[in-house]
């Protein structure tokens, strides 16, 4: 039996208080990163063949249904936004299509060859990288994709909360998190979703780190899209000029993002 549909350790749970339930969810939450922690090492294989696959070129591809295809979808939007990249090199496909991210798309994750027809709307290509995102790791959408990109020598990951799951067997580069039975049985938009969530936010950031979008442990390369976003900048390139605040805003009206406000002074010394 898979341990993501496995019994809860809590039952009753109807007749707990308030306080009991949240510590129960609190302590099964405690866990999670624990089971991350054991899986770095197959995350770091994963995100090091990344990495090569998208110097040369290559895109990062998520797919998922249901959950794992929202966050899937949810850390390739805050790549743009974060790192200042465009919106077609970190791409989120969800089963049932962007209906699916609001509303449940009946039947939808079960269509095997879906997957594939949804990569190909966006001329993947053998530079590019897809990794499926299920929790059960027995997700058809999912496993369809893996199978038939992998067959065509697309490079293939996979983030699953199960151990020796098919869709594991179906990738060259799997990522098991098993993080054991939900507080609310077979629930895993809970803890495997918050397992998924940290293993999708290494692979991410770690990926733009090494796409040399970062400075520091900076992010010189954010869209300056709101004013909270822009006092940041302003604050950044203060820090790394040694300048005031006034100086720092007109380098950066004047430059139009932080890295190049950041390097054109730097250049004048």
Do not use: W
């Not at 350790?9 to 099964?28: P, Q, R, T």
């Not at 059960?136 to 496993?143: D, L």
């Not at 006034?246 to 004047?254: M, P, V």
């Amino acid at each position: 039996m898979l341990t993501t549909e496995s019994a809860s350790h809590y039952n009753n749970l109807e007749k707990m208080s308030v306080k009991a339930i949240l510590e129960g969810i609190n302590s099964e939450d405690n866990t999670v990163p624990q089971a991350v922690a054991k899986a770095l090492p197959q995350i770091e294989q994963l995100v090091t063949a990344t990495v090569e696959r998208m110097k040369k070129g290559g895109r990062l591809f998520y797919i998922g249904a249901g959950t794992s295809g929202r966050l899937g979808i949810l850390d390739a939007s805050e790549c743009p936004p974060t790192f200042g990249v465009g919106f077609d090199l970190v791409i989120g496909l969800i089963a049932g299509g962007d209906t699916a991210i609001r509303k449940a798309v009946e039947f939808a994750e079960d269509d095997k060859e879906q997957a594939a027809k949804d990569l190909d709307t966006c001329q993947i290509n053998e530079n590019d990288v897809v990794i499926g995102i299920a929790a059960s790791g027995t997700t058809p959408y999912v496993i369809g994709g893996v199978q038939q990109m992998r067959a065509r020598g697309i490079m293939t990951g996979c983030i699953t909360c199960n151990t020796a799951s098919p869709l594991a067997a179906a990738v060259d580069y799997p990522v098991e998190v098993p993080v054991g039975p939900e507080f609310l049985t077979g629930s895993t938009r809970m803890k495997a979703g918050t397992a998924q969530k940290l293993v999708l936010n290494m692979i991410s950031t770690t990926v733009m780190i090494q796409l040399g979008r970062v400075k520091g442990n900076k992010m010189v390369d954010m869209q300056l899209s709101n004013h909270k976003l822009i006092d940041r900048g302003i604050r950044m390139v203060m820090s790394e000029l040694s300048v005031d605040e006034e100086r720092a805003k007109q380098l950066l009206e004047e430059h139009g993002s932080i890295r190049a406000a950041i390097e054109s002074r730097m250049h004048e010394q």
